[in-house]
């Protein structure tokens, strides 16, 4: 009941923003394209200010091909909206001190939401494989780790999508996977079906929990999960050959974090592998810890421009290998997306992380 409760809140506060902000991008498009906003205007607007929370309340409990569908449609306008908010605004400033001629401001507005959102699109669809080498000191044989971080297996990515990246997984033939959460969505109901490909991975896999596998409902999320090959890290240790990986859960509470990771024994003259899905810890306080390396996802790199510039505000690292004494981290970018099919000044990627002897 109280979960209930919490989802109509929070798609009450959802319609509200989504109408006042659909409001403003459909007025300042019918006004650039010189249109009357009468009746057709209102029905635009309640059509995709509903949009997206009528399908996600569909695909939740009546999922189909053709809920999926309408799904997808319904993310790409928010990042369709996301564009024409972030342009109009910037016309607006822009017009505060340079008159620009209304015609053709018009055409440069709309083309620009135009080709902005068909690159996104397309980036939105790339999957590529990046090699990363970090140097652990102390290290005796080097060791080929595979990150996939923000899956998000949901209404947008499928099952087909896991199979691929499965089967890219296994092609760079790794000695360990580590999944470092999100590999849920929550758009859609997830079974057992949906992850049967995790089982066709040739290593052993880590998994640790991800925000969006608490929003999902862990009750729901762990018994599935614990129906593959994974094996679970839940504020606890796990030694794989001379690695011994430390994952623990996400919590929104960065004092929580932590206190769990503070209740670990961590073996300072051993090699430490971090998983825990935010970049929160700087290299300086993990080197105290005697993490060697920290592996986490998240950010999606800010997923859509000029996003990434805030990112940076709430976290220390937002993409990529960030080295400091004897301490790494890397963040990923992630393999999926959220919200919107689309990115814009990222792309999803298979991280592949070979540690090498430090000299």
């Known amino acids: ?77 928010i990042g369709i909206a996301f564009f024409s908010l972030i342009i109009f605004l910037l016309y607006k400033f822009i017009n505060l001190f340079f008159r620009i001629n209304g015609v053709i401001s018009s055409a440069i507005i709309l083309t620009l939401i135009v080709v902005l959102t068909a690159i996104s699109l397309i980036n939105g669809e790339r999957l590529k494989t990046n090699w990363v080498d970090v140097e652990i000191k102390g290290l005796k044989k ?16 499928q099952k087909k999508y896991l199979e691929e990246v499965v089967d890219r997984t296994n092609a760079v033939k790794p000695d360990v996977i580590v999944i470092t959460g999100d590999l849920v969505d929550g758009s859609t109901l997830i079974t057992k079906d949906i992850l049967s490909s995790i089982n066709k991975i040739k290593c052993p896999v880590y998994f640790i929990i991800g925000n969006h596998e608490i929003y999902e409902g862990l009750y ?14 839940r504020n606890e240790k796990s030694k794989f050959k001379e690695i011994t990986f430390v994952g623990v859960d996400y919590s929104e509470s960065r004092r929580e974090v932590h206190k769990k990771l503070n209740e670990i024994d961590i073996d300072k003259d051993k090699v430490n592998v971090l998983l825990y899905h935010a970049p929160i810890f700087r290299t300086k306080y993990l080197e105290k810890k005697g993490i060697d390396l920290h592996l986490a996802g998240h950010t999606h790199a800010g997923q859509l421009f000029p996003l990434n510039w805030l990112v940076r505000l709430m976290f220390p690292y937002v993409s990529g290998l960030h080295q400091s004494g004897n301490s790494s981290v890397f963040v990923s970018a992630g393999v999926g997306t959220w919200g919107p099919p689309m990115r814009l000044g990222s792309t999803c990627e298979i991280d592949v992380i070979n540690l090498k002897k430090k000299k």
């Open 220 to 233: 729901r999320v762990i018994p599935l999960l614990k129906k593959t090959k994974m094996k679970i890290l």
């Open 1 to 77: 009941m109280r979960e209930k409760r919490q989802f109509i809140v929070v798609i009450s506060i959802f319609i509200v923003l989504s109408l006042l902000l659909n409001f403003f991008i459909i007025h300042n498009i019918f006004v650039s394209l010189s249109l009357h906003r009468g009746v057709i205007f209102y029905v635009i607007l309640l059509f995709l200010s509903l949009s997206y929370p009528a399908t996600a309340i569909l695909e939740r409990y009546k999922s189909s091909p053709l809920t999926k569908t309408f799904y997808r449609f319904a993310s790409i306008w």
């Open 142 to 157: 080097e060791l080929r780790i595979v990150h996939l971080s923000d899956l998000h297996i949901g209404a947008i990515h």
